[in-house]
């Protein structure tokens, strides 16, 4: 190829680049005021935009190829989020990236008066919207989840006005306690650093994290800590301890002043509520004290078996959960009073047994007695495998499942719940961080007329821990209207070639100066 054909290719492809770069830039400042000021969360088809550096946000306009169109163009992302800037609804969850595509459908021109009409009526339900009562959140505990709970809930914390963590409660594991607890919040093998900055009050018992100042409090016992002490009143204590998986033990926490309501981060016994965000959080009344928040491998899980039993309907299956190890788990051989888990974490797989799939049920009783399980215990940190054997009422396709599925974690209700991925080259670890529920790898789908197998990856520790601060929210509702509405998705047969793995050589719209 000559050197006169390669010399303008590079500079237009370098042009083009530093062009989304610069737009990128000037997102930032506004999607920051648009959090803080208005407590508004813009997002392209669920990618968040908060906090991203600008080659973040040109990613996620790429990810737009996966509903079948070009790369978003950033210029008329601009114009979005500054129209939403002049409008300044109230707080709302916005696909800025649907917002796009629908007035791209309607022929919009772009010029600021038709735009922002446009803009206003479609975000008609948050014009005028209250802002959200601040609620007191405690973490009971600050093992493994408790600390992603408060990376989240700090990261999310925006201009106040929703869930403010303000306590976590522990028992004093010496006189360094408060140093090695800050150390841990700040550095995870697994998830990285923490994004931020961190100072501890050893003489008054605070962390200072992100301008959030966090009280510790050492208990032992949860029907004795006074939060009122520290103006805290009417928070929702979220156990991160599994100690108490009852109604009548988790109680105990109720005793406590300033104590509200109770959400348990493990499966709840007995007849307490086991609430799967996205698929029976709608139960949750204000008459609810005490709720569970399932397992992750039930919140992995129920959300998919929700949407295929409502479309296909599923008479009967197998969830066989290949599981990352857990601190639950022994290094090295020792004592375990369970089956099998004394032996070595890091050195063997472990078979056990799981109730995940008899805990769909509480989710979703239509379909109690109709799926078992069982797991296996495997030497990784994080990150863990479902594997979902079912047999459905009608026969379908790979590719009208993959279709279906596909859909369903992009413009659905269930977007949070249900991410979608077809890559040959993708790993566990890919999956670190993930914030969806559940991610069906959409290349390992196997369907056989009735007869179709899933897998599944999911973040057990940050997936679930996302799960736990969207019950949060609507335990105290504090989550955001979601804009525009998501739309059930309708499984149909379809004749459709296979997505394939997004890479940089694929179509996408040119940067213009100007709209």
Not at 37 to 45: A, D, L
Not at 321 to 338: A, C, E, P, R, Y
Not at 409 to 425: A, F, G, K
Not at 466 to 485: D, F, I, N, S, Y
Request: aromatic share 6%; charged share 25%; net charge negative.
């Amino acid at each position: 190829m000559s050197e006169k054909f390669e010399a303008p290719q590079y500079e237009l492809h370098r042009a083009e680049w530093t062009a989304r770069e610069e737009l990128a830039e000037r997102m930032i400042p506004l999607i920051g005021r648009l959090y803080r000021t208005h407590g508004i969360v813009p997002s392209i088809h669920g990618r968040r935009l908060i906090n991203r550096s600008p080659i973040e946000i040109i990613k996620a306009h790429r990810f737009a190829r996966q509903t079948g169109d070009d790369v978003l163009n950033p210029v008329k992302t601009l114009a979005v989020l500054e129209g939403i800037a002049r409008i300044a609804p109230g707080a709302a969850s916005i696909d800025v990236a649907r917002l796009v595509s629908r007035y791209d459908e309607l022929g919009g021109t772009y010029e600021d008066a038709h735009l922002d009409d446009f803009i206003r009526a479609e975000l008609a339900a948050v014009i005028d919207a209250e802002t959200p009562r601040p609620t007191d959140v405690v973490l009971y505990g600050f093992g493994r989840i408790g600390r992603l709970l408060a990376r989240i809930l700090l990261a999310h914390t925006g201009n106040g006005s929703g869930l403010r963590l303000r306590a976590i409660v522990v028992r004093k594991g010496g006189d360094m306690d408060l140093k090695k607890r800050a150390s841990l919040l700040r550095r995870d093998s697994v998830h990285g650093p923490f994004a931020g900055t961190i100072e501890i009050d050893e003489e008054n018992d605070t962390i200072l994290a992100n301008g959030t100042l966090i009280q510790v409090i050492y208990s032992d016992d949860p029907a004795t800590v006074d939060y009122e002490r520290y103006g805290i009143r009417d928070a929702i204590i979220v156990d991160n301890t599994g100690r108490w998986r009852d109604e009548e033990a988790l109680s105990r926490h109720l005793q406590s002043k300033g104590a509200g309501r109770v959400l348990l981060t493990a499966p709840g016994k007995g007849a307490l509520k086991n609430i799967v965000f996205g698929v029976n959080s709608d139960d949750i009344t204000a008459d609810d004290r005490i709720l569970s928040a399932a397992s992750c491998t039930t919140n992995a899980i129920t959300p998919i078996l929700g949407v295929l039993d409502e479309s296909f309907g599923v008479v009967r299956g197998h969830v066989e959960t290949v599981h990352s190890f857990t601190n639950d788990q022994n290094l090295i051989d020792n004592f375990h009073k369970g089956d099998r888990r004394g032996r070595s974490a890091v050195l063997n797989m472990v078979i056990t047994e799981t109730g995940a799939a008899k805990a769909v049920a509480k989710a979703l009783p239509q379909l109690a007695g109709k799926l078992s399980g069982s797991a296996i215990r495997v030497p990784t940190p994080d990150v863990s495998l479902a594997i979902l054997n079912l047999q459905l009422a009608r026969p379908t396709t790979k590719d009208e499942l993959n279709a279906f599925l596909r859909q369903v974690s992009l413009t659905s209700p269930m977007r949070q719940q249900i991410d979608y991925i077809e890559s040959s080259e993708v790993v566990s670890t890919d999956f670190v961080g993930n914030n969806r529920a559940g991610i069906v790898d959409g290349l390992a789908t196997i369907a056989d007329g009735e007869n179709v197998v899933l897998y599944v990856w999911y973040d057990n520790e940050y997936g679930y821990s996302c799960q736990v601060v969207r019950v949060v929210e609507k335990m105290a509702g504090a989550h955001p209207t979601v804009l525009p509405e998501r739309q059930p998705v309708v499984a149909r047969p379809v004749d459709v070639e296979p997505v394939e793995e997004l890479v940089d050589e694929a179509p996408r719209e040119a940067v213009p100066a100007a709209v």
